[in-house]
């Protein structure tokens, strides 16, 4: 089974190829670093040549002025369009638990588009929601500079690791497609304050 992972930075990506070759599956990288990027629609036909197995970790900045639907839009059209030209026969995409459920978040709204332009491709697919990611935790707690100002989540979160997650991926890119939600995220709740303590 060949599978190809597209994202942005390695943090994960590399992870869940780790996990894919471990299983015997011929999975390959595919981010700027390998010529591939999804926004500016670059690399991925010949990305996609050949797999079986589509895996989506796009993924876009947090800055402030980003426009993260057309981000998301045109970064996930370009990929579903990549994967039906290469005959994909299953589309995995990495998501948020919360998109559906928090429209005041611009981020999780784009999220939640991003789902739809999966769901609605005609590609069989799986959509793998996951929580918080706890090895972004240092990002929220340690500014770069004094005077950054920091962004804190109210609320409960159930944080997941990276090494979670990519099991997740790995897994259900070799199951097979579920055409609906999957999510993924630590079973136990931390409180706010905890969240960004860790």
């Known amino acids: 089974m060949r599978i190809v992972v597209v994202g942005r930075t390695r943090l994960i990506c590399s992870k869940v190829v780790t996990r894919l070759r471990a299983s015997g599956c011929d999975a390959a990288l595919a981010t700027p670093g390998t010529g591939c990027d999804a926004l500016a629609d670059e690399g991925l036909t010949e990305a996609a040549a050949g797999a079986d197995v589509l895996v989506d970790m796009s993924s876009a900045p947090w800055s402030d ?6 981000h998301f839009a045109t970064s996930t059209s370009n990929l579903l369009a990549a994967a039906r030209r290469a ?7 990495l998501s948020v638990v919360g998109g ?3 429209p005041g978040s611009d981020y999780l709204r784009a999220r939640a588009a991003q789902e739809r332009l999966v769901a609605t491709s005609g590609l069989r697919h799986s959509i793998v929601r996951a ?5 972004y935790a240092r990002v929220v707690r340690e500014p770069t500079a004094a005077d950054t100002p920091v962004r804190v989540l109210l609320g409960h979160l159930q944080p997941i690791g990276s090494e979670d997650i990519a099991a997740a991926l790995a897994r259900h890119a070799v199951a097979g497609p579920v ?8 079973p136990e709740r931390a409180g706010r304050s905890a969240a960004i303590s860790a």
């Open 179 to 186: 055409d609906g939600v999957v999510e993924a995220g630590w």
């Open 100 to 102: 559906d459920r928090l």
């Open 131 to 135: 929580t918080h990611l706890l090895d």
């Open 65 to 70: 002025g980003t426009d993260l639907a057309a």
């Open 87 to 93: 005959g994909v026969g299953h589309y995995v995409a």
